[in-house]
């Protein structure tokens, strides 16, 4: 790593440190106002960040980027009022900074709380969808947090659009504008040295492909916040209703294939295989996907075109129309696969059974587990935390879809009134 690397991202670090103690104190009227005022400004900028993205877009043809690359680099003007109305919608939310619960009286008379604070600096690393630029600096907005945003080369001009438009947002608000900085250079060795910054950064979140997530975690010196793979699971279980089976393994499946909450693999009870496999297959095959099973699951859906599914295919994540599905003998065989093969992600049982039902959700340790529900509501808004930075399937300190509580952390508050011990 350069030295240049370091003396900029230290630069970038003690600025983005100082705004941080700034925006902990911050109001949430003046949150809120920078939050609009940043909306405001990216539609009536749009056309200069649509400029600025079709130079994006003009490289990308040159340099060969794939299709699904292409298409998540490329800005429109509804993509554009998306961005502006997430930041809307952001300002909408309750701020939970300065949140206080669990206060309760001890016996000496103090009374003992927990109050919600921002995390600090968060560093945020993503490739191809410059709308993670308007998103994340959003969250971390609202959420007390000062932003230092690296976004891929791919999308340079794209980025430098849209963080002049929040950083001119937040000086008109009264904010100051190094709350949110953009790593305004391609060179590589600015992931480095910022992933070596813990004396500035508190937390980097990775948004991008599996290899940017490995090298991240295997970088870093500041905690990450990051999921590797969605390796999602339906279990249908020997009590489920065969067409609540269906729908929800063709939902899980077939709503969106590039999404890390799809459906990657089906497992089917050997006593809910003549009900449900074939019918599921034939689906499938009709949506276009492409199945790959276990020799029980082709017995089943003998006929239809089945591929012969290896250990591999259980430990893919595929985002893609490609499907495995296992026939297991009982509830632990499910369990038991889902713990050898899975990502933490998220996992659904299909049963009528409550003893199941219960069991599922205690023994299942992903961070999400569902009853009767669709994987693709493993998802912030659907949680109900509006606009999420991102999904985690660490333990610490956050897990499952990160929204603005994700973005903070908790302290102890003691109240008295002269106790002393």
């Known amino acids: ?78 993509r554009v009022d998306a961005m502006a109305e997430g930041l809307e919608q952001i300002a909408a939310l309750p701020d939970p900074v300065g949140a206080i619960d669990n206060l309760r009286y001890r016996p000496s008379g103090i009374q003992v709380g927990h109050m919600r604070v921002p995390l600090g600096v968060i560093g945020i690393i993503y490739e191809s969808r410059p709308n993670v630029t308007a998103d994340a600096a959003g969250l971390c907005l609202k959420s007390g947090n000062a932003a230092i945003l690296r976004g891929g080369s791919e999308a340079i001009h794209s980025n430098r659009a849209i963080a002049a438009c929040l950083r001119r947002a937040l000086v008109d608000s009264g904010l100051s504008q ?5 790593v305004d250079s391609t060179d590589r060795a600015l992931v480095g040295a910022l992933l070596q910054s813990e004396q500035y950064v508190d937390v980097i979140i990775p948004r991008g492909g599996k290899s940017l997530i490995e090298r991240v975690a295997a970088e870093s010196r ?11 699971h339906v279990y249908i279980d020997a009590a489920a209703d065969a067409d609540m089976a269906l729908n929800i393994a063709m939902n899980a499946k077939t709503h ?12 089917i009870h050997q006593d809910a295989v003549s009900a449900c496999t ?12 492409e199945v790959r099973g276990c020799e029980r699951t082709r017995t089943a859906a003998a006929g239809l075109d089945v591929k012969a599914a290896t250990d591999e295919d259980w430990a893919t994540e595929y985002l ?61 808004f659907e949680y109900g935390l509006g606009a999420e930075i991102g999904i985690s399937t660490d333990r610490l300190h956050v897990r499952g879809p990160v929204g603005l509580e994700g973005l903070t952390t908790q302290k102890w508050i003691v109240l008295g009134n002269g106790q002393v011990r």
């Open 1 to 78: 790593m350069g030295t240049d690397a370091v003396t900029v991202m230290s630069a970038l670090g003690r600025r983005a440190k100082d705004a941080a103690k700034a925006m902990r104190m911050a109001e949430t009227c003046a949150k809120n106002k920078a939050l609009q005022l940043a909306a405001a400004v990216i539609r009536r900028e749009m056309k200069e960040i649509l400029a600025a993205n079709a130079m994006d877009m003009q490289a990308a043809e040159k340099n060969g980027l794939d299709a699904a690359l292409k298409d998540r680099l490329m800005l429109n003007g509804d």
């Open 178 to 182: 190094d709350a949110v900085q953009l």
């Open 222 to 232: 500041v905690p990450v916040i990051k999921h590797l793979d969605g390796i999602c």
């Open 256 to 267: 969106r294939y590039g999404v890390c909450n799809a459906m990657e693999t089906l497992l």
């Open 278 to 289: 074939a019918v599921i297959v034939q689906a499938m095959l009709d949506k276009g996907v």
């Open 320 to 380: 893609s129309p490609v499907l495995s599905i296992r026939v297991v003998d009982n509830f632990e065989q499910a369990v038991n696969h889902i713990a050898e093969f899975g990502s933490g992600h998220t996992e659904s049982i299909v049963t009528g059974s409550y003893e199941a039902g219960q069991r599922f959700l205690r023994e299942v340790d992903s961070a999400s587990v569902m009853w009767n529900a669709s994987t693709r509501f493993a998802d912030g």
